[in-house]
């Protein structure tokens, strides 16, 4: 019986050793923490791996390779886990997609996660064109968010010091990332017109910075991002994409509306008091010559809607449509182009101040008030040029459209003085 007992504690001795020579990783996935031996009458908590319960992920992830287990961990930022997967699995972490047909690329710029985490997936060869089922690429999501510092995490050629691999693969990571500045998603927007949509400034100036302008590409409704611009109503990106990026005020589509449509159909829909914005983006397109194309109509139609005791409600429900240009269009634009004439004279500017007017009367027909008093303006300027003849031409037909469609006004004399000033000097 000493025997006996002897060799039993010889035998836990032996055990006990052994424990102690086990690594801790092999002691959670060991036997002892998965208590196989238990009867089938036990919690299902201890019929499991230990590594699976809180506890135990505490003490120990292991590295997987489940494109589930991958995107659940970043979901939850367990990047001491995902770090352990990358190390070995990284061929195949580089190519997973989620239900969005998302990249772990994709996730880390949409959750923002730290720069270093991207620059580490470059490193490791993934893909930063991959769209996914929008389109975007991971330089999309970063300029929807306006976050430069992420845009340069996913652009920027990657040190030579910061990890010794040759210089090819350094070039072609770059070209890569440069291209996926070029894609386009769905809605045919590239990251620096998506930059334009969402007002993106930082990464517009970025992306400038770049010597990168799609100022003149046309998403796939025929837009360009002046569009974007005027539509916003932001005065700022306007003039930088006219003045910086040589934007065509006149561009996209012929058969949509231009930018100037977008702003005067912006402009009607603000209340009087508050279109001093609309006319200072006008003044600027107008200065570059902006034209009309299309005008866009809001349409406000009813429908029935069921509710719970069956009876009808009458809801309405407005949608933009898109008609040829009309006269009230041609009109707003003759009184804009006015505008800029008069605030060209403030600056002391005749000659700009003249050709405005000018335009102003090319959008209105010439035998109506408007072009009369757009003709009287423009002989004003031409009688201080010192040209008389011009000036008087245009006086006198002035004096008939008057005199055709009112007996006696302000105007009338006005025009009639100025051509009693013009006779003495050129007789």
Not at 8 to 27: A, F, I, P, W, Y
Not at 28 to 43: C, K
Not at 384 to 409: D, F, P, V, W, Y
Request: hydrophobic letters at 35%.
């Amino acid at each position: 019986m000493a025997n006996n007992k002897r060799m039993r504690l010889h035998s836990n001795e032996n055990h006990t050793n052994g424990n102690h020579q086990m690594s801790v990783d092999e002691k959670i996935l060991s036997s002892d923490f998965n208590y196989p031996t238990q009867p089938q009458t036990t919690s299902n908590s201890n019929t499991q791996a230990y590594h699976l319960s809180v506890c135990g992920s505490i003490l120990y992830s292991p590295p997987t390779n489940s494109p589930s287990d991958i995107f659940t961990i970043l979901r939850h930022g367990n990047f001491d886990a995902f770090r352990r997967s990358l190390d070995i699995y990284h061929n195949d972490i580089i190519r997973m997609r989620n239900d969005h047909d998302q990249t772990v690329l994709h996730v880390l710029v949409i959750h923002a996660y730290p720069y270093i985490w991207v620059r580490l997936l470059m490193l490791r060869g993934c893909d930063t064109c991959a769209q996914d089922n929008d389109g975007y690429t991971a330089a999309h999501y970063a300029v929807e968010r306006d976050d430069v510092e992420m845009l340069k995490a996913v652009t920027l050629r990657i040190h030579p010091q910061v990890k010794p691999i040759p210089e090819e693969q350094i070039v072609a990571i770059h070209e890569q990332c440069c291209r996926a500045l070029t894609i386009k998603e769905n809605n045919g927007l590239t990251p620096f017109m998506l930059a334009c949509q969402h007002q993106s400034m930082k990464c517009l100036d970025y992306l400038i910075e770049m010597n990168i302008n799609d100022c003149h590409l046309q998403d796939k409704f025929g837009d360009t991002c002046l569009h974007y611009a005027v539509g916003r109503r932001n005065l700022n990106l306007v003039q930088k994409l006219i003045q910086t990026c040589k934007a065509d005020v006149n561009g996209g589509e012929q058969l949509r509306p231009s930018t100037l449509d977008v702003l005067q159909h912006n402009r009607a829909q603000q209340k009087p008091f508050d279109r001093n914005l609309d006319d200072e983006i006008e003044q600027v397109l107008l200065f570059s010559k902006a034209k009309n194309r299309c005008s866009i109509r809001r349409i406000i139609s009813k429908r029935k809607d069921s509710i719970e005791n069956d009876d009808s409600a009458l809801t309405k429900l407005a949608c933009l449509s898109i008609d040829s240009t009309s006269t009230n269009e041609q009109l707003e634009t003759a009184r804009g182009h006015a505008r800029l004439a008069t605030a060209l004279q403030a600056k002391n500017d005749p000659r700009g101040a003249l050709e405005s007017f000018k335009n102003a009367m090319t959008c209105t027909p010439d035998n109506s008030l408007d072009w009369a008093t757009y003709a009287l303006q423009s002989a004003l300027i031409h009688m201080m040029l010192g040209e008389n003849q011009a000036a008087l031409a245009l006086l006198h037909k002035a004096l008939h459209i008057r005199t055709e469609l009112e007996r006696t006004s302000d105007q009338i004399d006005q025009i009639q003085r100025a051509i009693n000033q013009i006779r003495p000097s050129t007789f």
